[in-house]
């Protein structure tokens, strides 16, 4: 092997901060699943649903295991045109466009679409990706308080803006589990002629009656402007697609950079997304039978004295507080079986750090009120 020298500033300087990581107990490690899942967001069980894993196989032996190329050149399918359009289908739109992951569909949009003279206004527990998309773009970034659809409308009427006015949520965020009042943000961004951006992540699959997301379960397709939508969660697989308008789709093509420079997903994806799509459609009940395993396990942790922050859905933040208590907590649960991890800030606020869980089909209900009895016990020992 190689042997390449790092120069003696830049190492020092390395040195030194992974020493601040490691005082402020926030030092990160890589760890394989272990144990029974309750950190992972395979929500219908669909990554190793055989249906699936069939699809992808298959694929792979008509188009092999990788694209080879930027869709531009010679990295494009059929199979990834096919998938857009179920996909756009499956939400209701004119058409969506594939991309190899949520992160680089979430950069393209916000860096795309918002100029110089306009503003987007973000909520404050948005994802990394679509803060760090909102930096990447010239617009001007107002925040408004999570979930406030109040602050919202006096940010909206009171900021000057002499382009277009974006309004950017999650409709389920990742780490409390709650849901913004989408049907009034919604209303609110056509009263003030801003255009609303959705980050769809952890609802598709999981709510509407035809498991597209949240923007089916409240109503509102008509007032979003697009919406970004993983397909590596619920649907099992892999990258995200965005949902919207011939010609805005058509713009990100022809100016999103993390879709031009890169080389396309593997072909097989495509297959495999196509199967999921039809399991999510065709089988509701593994909705219902999700929402109310998440429900269970809410009101058992509320009889454990270890709740939950508020919320219905299949995400639970189970707040300890201080980062070293809350990855003793999560250590301990490891130990006695339970995949379970902790989340401290920058991922969350400084002060909150906590159990992130998420239910899934494969948890059983012994699994869940094992869990909630044991979570109580560990908290007690360890007076965290």
């Known amino acids: ?20 990581i490691d005082d402020a107990g926030l030092r990160r490690t890589l760890r394989p699943p272990h144990g029974i899942d309750l950190s992972s967001n395979d929500y219908l069980g669909l990554a190793r649903d055989p249906r699936v894993c069939s699809a992808l196989a298959g694929a792979a032996m008509i188009e092999g295991t990788g694209s080879t190329g930027s869709r531009l050149l010679r990295g494009d399918r059929h199979c ?3 998938v857009e359009l179920a996909f756009a289908q499956f939400k209701k739109t004119a058409s969506s466009l594939y991309f190899s992951t949520g992160w680089a569909a979430n950069l393209s949009v916000l860096s795309v679409y918002a100029e110089a003279d306009d ?9 990394a990706s679509l803060i760090d998309g909102m930096r990447l773009s010239r617009a ?14 006096e940010l909206l009427s009171s900021e000057r803006c002499k382009g277009q006015k974006f309004v950017v949520t999650e409709s389920l965020f990742s780490m409390d589990g709650d ?10 961004c056509r009263e003030e002629d801003a255009a609303l951006i959705v980050d769809e992540a952890h609802a598709v699959g999981v709510y509407g009656a035809r498991g597209s997301g949240m923007i089916e379960e409240c109503g509102v397709e008509s007032g979003v402007f697009l919406s970004v939508n993983t397909a590596g969660k619920a649907l099992g697989v892999a990258g995200a697609f965005v949902a919207g308008d011939v010609h805005a789709i058509d713009y990100l093509v022809q100016r999103a950079r993390p879709f031009i420079f890169s080389t396309a997903p593997p072909p097989p994806v495509a297959a495999a997304i196509d199967e999921a799509l039809r399991i999510v459609e065709g089988e509701p009940a593994r909705r219902a039978t999700l929402r109310a395993k998440a429900l269970r396990l809410r009101a058992l942790l509320d009889e454990h004295a270890t709740p939950a922050l508020p919320g219905t859905s299949q995400i639970l933040g189970i707040v300890i507080g201080e980062n070293e208590a809350t990855m003793r907590v999560a250590e301990e649960l490891q130990r006695r079986g339970f995949d379970v991890r902790g989340v401290r800030p920058p991922t969350v606020p400084p002060g909150t750090s906590r159990l992130r869980v998420s239910v899934n089909l494969a948890v059983s209900d012994a699994d869940l009120e094992r869990f909630a009895s044991e979570l109580g016990s560990v908290r007690r020992e360890l007076n965290a």
């Open 80 to 82: 990834f045109a096919a």
């Open 1 to 20: 092997m190689a042997d390449f020298t790092t120069p003696a500033r830049l190492s020092g300087r390395i040195e030194a901060r992974l020493r601040e």
């Open 179 to 188: 849901a913004p009042d989408l049907e009034a943000i919604a209303a609110l």
């Open 140 to 153: 001007r970034r107002v925040v408004y308080r999570h979930a406030d659809v109040d602050h919202l409308r």
């Open 119 to 127: 503003v987007i206004f973000s909520d404050e527990k948005n994802h």
